[in-house]
């Protein structure tokens, strides 16, 4: 309708300028619902990572398992990024540093004591 209004009112340059304040305006909002619908998905990738590391993960206490599946549950993402803080880096970070010490290797014996035995 606003084309139609500004192709009859007889001036083609009001016309054009009206048609790109409307594709302006409204190309902002589809990237703005773009750019929003991309982060919700995100955020339901972790949420699934989340809960999939959780129901995977050996906890000492059988309560910790089921109190951390019912917060990442019920507060969705942001459940997810407690338990990444909380539960999955520090644990991370305590499987590098023991993969990282390493045991005293034995001194190898030399050829001819192989040899000769």
Not at 22 to 51: E, H
Request: hydrophobic share 50%; with cysteine.
């Amino acid at each position: 309708m606003v084309f139609q209004l500004a192709t009859t009112s007889g001036s083609s340059a009001a016309g054009a300028g009206i048609a790109a304040l409307f594709a302006g305006v409204y190309g902002g909002i589809l990237l703005f619902y773009c750019v929003i619908g991309i982060f919700a998905l995100l955020g339901f990738i972790g949420w699934i990572l989340a809960l999939v590391d959780c129901l995977k993960r050996e906890f000492p206490v059988h309560n910790d398992k089921v109190m951390w599946i019912l917060v990442i549950a019920l507060t969705g993402w942001i459940g997810a990024i407690i338990y990444y803080f909380v539960v999955y880096r520090p644990a991370k970070k305590a499987e590098k540093l023991s993969n990282t010490i390493q045991t005293p290797v034995e001194k190898p014996t030399s050829v001819k004591s192989v040899q000769k035995k």
